[in-house]
């Protein structure tokens, strides 16, 4: 081998290690490498994102509110709530945060509670029309709905799922709800049981895109 091929060695034994290692990393049935390989492309991206100083968050223009063990403590040490100091809580609970929070200035409020998703038992359903009422007066309030895990695996799910587009039913809220804006709160679990992407919207049928919570409220609150 000459000299101007000896220059070139490293770049060709680079060449064949990384057609290798894609050729090793690609999914298939019995593939034993590929899991090996995304792990390691995950180790790599979280190393690059600490490299780089991280996500910035802008945290004086978002509120999180938790419902906690605080939050149950109080309920049951006041005479007014004790009986209903228990999940799912009335919605008259959450009318009332929606009203406090609005008082408060906020400009959009997303609910990341799937317990709207059916009514609520029949001692308390005239409530569910009380906080449908209450979020319509404020006006942006958006509710936190999902896809059903049916079908996820299946050749078919993922092949839509490279589209941008989910087959799978779409849970709504129950009825007093639908006029309400929705966003979806599926996540896409990695490998190693993280969260590092997800799709700002899916398209379901391919007619109408469906924006996730987080950007759903962004929106509301006309955020950037």
Wanted: neutral net charge; glycine residues 8%.
């Amino acid at each position: 081998m000459n000299r101007r091929g000896l220059s070139n060695l490293p770049l060709i034994v680079l060449t064949i290690l990384a057609i290798g290692l894609g050729i090793l990393g690609i999914r298939f049935s019995g593939n034993p490498f590929a899991e090996f390989i995304e792990r390691l492309e995950l180790a790599t991206y979280d190393a690059r994102v600490r490299w780089q100083g991280g996500v910035p968050f802008a945290g004086d223009t978002i509120t999180v509110v938790t419902i906690d063990d605080e939050t149950m403590a109080r309920l049951a040490d006041d005479p007014r709530t004790r009986d209903e100091a228990k999940w799912p809580f009335p919605n008259r609970f959450h009318a009332q945060v929606i009203q406090r929070l609005h008082g408060l200035g906020a400009r959009a409020i997303g609910f990341d509670l799937l317990s709207f998703a059916n009514p609520s038992r029949s001692l308390y359903q005239f409530e569910d029309q009380e906080l449908a009422s209450t979020a319509a007066n404020f006006g942006n309030v958006i509710l936190a709905c999902k896809f059903a895990n049916l079908g996820v695996g299946t050749l078919e799910y993922q092949q839509q799922k490279e589209k941008g587009v989910i087959w799978q039913p779409w849970i709504m809220p129950a009825a007093p709800f639908r006029t309400l804006p929705t966003g979806y709160v599926n996540v896409n679990l990695d490998p190693d049981g993280s969260v590092r992407k997800f799709l700002p919207d899916f398209k379901r049928l391919s007619l109408f895109p469906i924006k996730c919570l987080a950007g759903e409220t962004l929106r509301q609150a006309d955020l950037p």
